[in-house]
């Protein structure tokens, strides 16, 4: 049996995982992501107990109970580098025995929900609407470092959305994955079905030219003409493809609602998205309770 050396897998004194800050006990088995650290007091609002509340870095975690049920809510900060080290320490705090650093024999599946922001890339779907990332198509690369990652991906999807995109290959392979499907079911009647890219940052990997023009001006008008199977690119924000692929890789269900709160076909935006968030999460809260 493999023994995870304390160079790969970091415990600190107190018996928590190095990043995250939490013990193996301080983690439910239903877990909602979010990328602002200030979000989380936003869905801990909802919870009738809290049991446990700790913050390192940009990772903000409150364990706690809403309608009976024991959900985890934690930030993320910005990017699929730091989905990495989330999905991996959530994993390990399941999945491994930090004394013997052997994986456990029974593995536990977690549901993750990740309720995030986006920008709207298509005119039909204004500031507001929820859209739930049916498939994410990441542009950043994470996956391709991980050997299961042909397993849990849509190839066929991903060879056309190059082909068509004109996808630059000085750029990382993009990688499509699935949401859960059982999740998706669960929202499908109160959010917008997506396809999502999850970008390696917000400016010029989304298509925003302030200062630094992007190295392709079209490539945002190609990707927002791609369909697949009659599908289109719905919404662009930084997390979900990483979510959705580790998660599928480690054997957990996992999802992403976004809110849009930049339209990006029409060039608007509001910054005062508080009660749109507030009304994603009481709906996530609602349906992930009755699991
Ligand atoms: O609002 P969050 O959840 O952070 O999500 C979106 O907002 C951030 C960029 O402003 C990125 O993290 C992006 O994915
Ligand atoms: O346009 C947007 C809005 C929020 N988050 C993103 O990543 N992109």
Known sequence: MRTIPPSELLVNDDGSVYHLHLRPEDLADTVILV????????????????????????FHTITGTCKGKRLTVISTGIGTDNIDIVMTELDALANIDFKTRHIHNTLKRLTLLRLGTSGGLQPDLPIGTLVFSRTSIGLDGLLNFYKGRSEVCNHDMERRFVQETGWDDRLAAPYAVDA???????????????????????????????????????????????????????????????????????????GTICTIIAQRTSYQSDTDYAPYIEHMIRLALDRLVSL
């Not at 979000?39 to 509340?53: I, N, P, Q, S, Y």
């Not at 999740?183 to 970008?199: H, K, Q, V, Y």
């Open 180 to 254: 859960d499907r059982e999740l998706f079911d669960l929202f499908r009647n109160d959010t917008t079905e997506g396809i999502t890219l999850s970008a390696p940052g917000f400016y010029a990997p989304q298509g925003r030219w302030i200062r630094l023009e992007p190295a392709d001006t079209d490539l945002f008008n190609r990707i927002i003409s791609f369909t697949y199977e009659g599908r289109r690119v719905t919404n662009c924000e930084m997390e979900s493809s990483g979510i959705a692929g580790m998660a599928a890789m480690m054997g957990h269900r996992a």
């Open 35 to 58: 990328g602002d650290p200030g979000r989380v007091a936003m869905v801990a609002a909802h919870f009738d107990t809290r049991d446990k509340e700790v913050s390192n870095r940009e």
